[in-house]
């Protein structure tokens, strides 16, 4: 398993899915709509894929005397890998903005304990639509793509809106109280994506077993 | 003893059937895999490595069931699907420092000595190699982990004649030893006259014959037009098998 991880971030991952992996510092950003750091999240996995289409990676790794099953699996690692760097990365960032940056973002949600239960969520739901959705034919990326972003976008947009009603301000908070009041939406975030990645690496193995290459 | 046993390989598509397709290669043996484009080679060779579903059918290698034992079997062979490039803008060295780590016999030294007597620059990225040099490339990850059969897809198509002449020399060099054992295939007839032990073959999607060279020679004599006295060559037995007639 780990070499097929080997084989993803060597030859098989275009150089843009580091890039917009590194992107999860943006929430330093003073004033920028931070929803943006996980639809990069989603356009890196999606360049990667498209790149692996040109590049016959998925020929590539039928060949090697592994399971079709961890072809699936080394693709999944890589798209989580990705993304979860991209939050650690974030944190550091996030902290010193509270204490560079002591004014609240104006363009939306702030960095805080909420938006990682967000991004989390929104992460979730795009990878099951994207993997599943593209593992039904190994090729079909544009519509994959397509199909999970609509949800995803959506989502970051509710997350990016419902901060600016005042019954939600709490959302917004970068204060200790309120942190812990929004801290379900992270376990809540936490629990969807980690049920969510077992549940689309099953279909999407099922979708690829039956695909002919 | 037989390498590779495909039995009763059916596949159906809407649009086109393969239909029972039965061989069998020896060991040491070079086995040509003819028919032309679209006949249902590149699909065959698909089912036998499970890339494409068979809808019926069962795979031997090595003396035993394919399919169950794929990850086993794979080990053991090396693969070249022509027209396939694998990471056109990564180095060789890249490619192989990923390949390598997925095969328990690779051997560096021999892997070393290809890259040598085939000229092959580690440095030099895929979309800068040639056509017969990419082969080659791919004949040498197969041979430094000691592959027992290879399975090329049309890797002379498309190849100048010399590079052809050249590959054709080294496939034949290949199973001198008796170690390991070919499955090619081709639409270039003149290529298996050179090289092939046995011949398969294919005619949309029907198995047409499958024997030693010169018995499936023999056997296609009766497609001579009167006056014609030499032995007919596997293009001229191509053509006239599958010649066709327009009604314009």
Redesign the interface.
């Given at each position: 398993m780990f070499?097929l991880l080997?084989?993803e971030l060597?030859?098989?991952a275009h150089p843009n899915l580091f890039v917009f992996t590194a992107l999860g510092m943006l929430v330093i950003v003073p004033a920028y709509p931070y929803g943006m750091v996980f639809l990069f999240g989603c356009l890196g996995p999606f360049i990667t894929f498209m790149y692996g289409r040109e590049?016959?990676?998925i020929?590539?790794t039928?060949?090697?005397?592994?399971?079709?099953s961890d072809t699936v699996k080394s693709k999944i690692m890589l798209v989580v890998l990705a993304q979860m760097t991209q939050l650690l990365i974030s944190l550091p960032f996030a902290f010193l903005r509270v204490r560079v940056i002591p004014e609240g973002n104006p363009a939306g949600i702030e960095a805080n304990v909420a938006y990682y239960g967000f991004g989390f969520m929104i992460y979730a739901v795009f990878n099951f639509i994207f993997l599943t959705y593209f593992f039904k034919t190994a090729y079909k990326v544009g519509n994959a793509f397509l199909l999970a972003m609509i949800p995803a976008s959506l989502g970051v947009m509710f997350m990016e809106v419902i901060v600016h009603f005042p019954q939600f301000r709490w959302l917004d908070s970068i204060e200790s109280k309120m942190m812990i009041r929004q801290l379900p939406i992270l376990i809540i975030g936490l629990l969807a994506y980690v049920i969510m990645m077992f549940a689309t690496y099953r279909v999407s193995v099922k979708h690829f077993e039956?695909v002919?290459? | 003893m037989s390498v590779l046993s495909v039995i009763g390989l059916t596949k159906r598509y809407p649009n086109f059937n393969l239909q029972d397709i039965n061989f069998s290669l020896s060991q040491g043996k070079i086995m040509g895999l003819i028919g032309k484009n679209g006949a249902g080679k590149s699909t065959t060779l698909?089912c036998i490595?499970?890339?494409?579903?068979p809808d019926s059918g069962t795979i031997k290698m090595f003396g035993q069931d394919f399919k169950a034992n794929?990850?086993?079997c794979?080990?053991e062979i090396g693969?070249v699907?022509g027209g396939?490039?694998?990471?056109?803008?990564?180095k060789i060295s890249?490619?192989t420092?990923?390949?390598k780590?997925?095969?328990k016999n690779w051997d560096e030294a021999a892997y070393q000595k290809y890259l040598q007597t085939f000229s092959l620059i580690p440095e030099k990225r895929v979309k800068d190699l040639s056509s017969g040099m990419k082969v080659k490339y791919m004949i040498t990850l197969a041979l430094s982990h000691n592959a027992k059969l290879l399975i090329l897809d049309e890797p002379t198509s498309g190849l100048d004649p010399v590079s052809r002449d050249d590959l054709l020399g080294l496939f034949r060099q290949l199973v001198v030893d008796g170690e390991r054992s070919i499955l090619f295939s081709t639409h270039i007839t003149s290529d298996l006259e050179k090289i092939a032990d046995d011949i398969t073959y294919i005619k949309d999607g029907n198995l047409l014959k499958s024997a030693k060279k010169a018995a499936f020679i023999e056997s296609f004599q009766h497609l001579k037009e009167p006056g014609e006295t030499g032995e007919l060559s596997l293009e001229d037995i191509m053509i006239r098998t599958e010649r066709s007639r327009y009604d314009v």
């Open positions: 070499n080997y084989k060597r030859i098989a590049t016959n990676d020929y590539y039928a060949l090697l005397p592994v399971k079709k039956q002919d290459l | 698909k490595l499970n890339m494409v579903h794929e990850e086993k794979k080990q693969v699907l396939i490039d694998f990471y056109k803008h990564k890249d490619i420092a990923t390949t780590r997925f095969y």
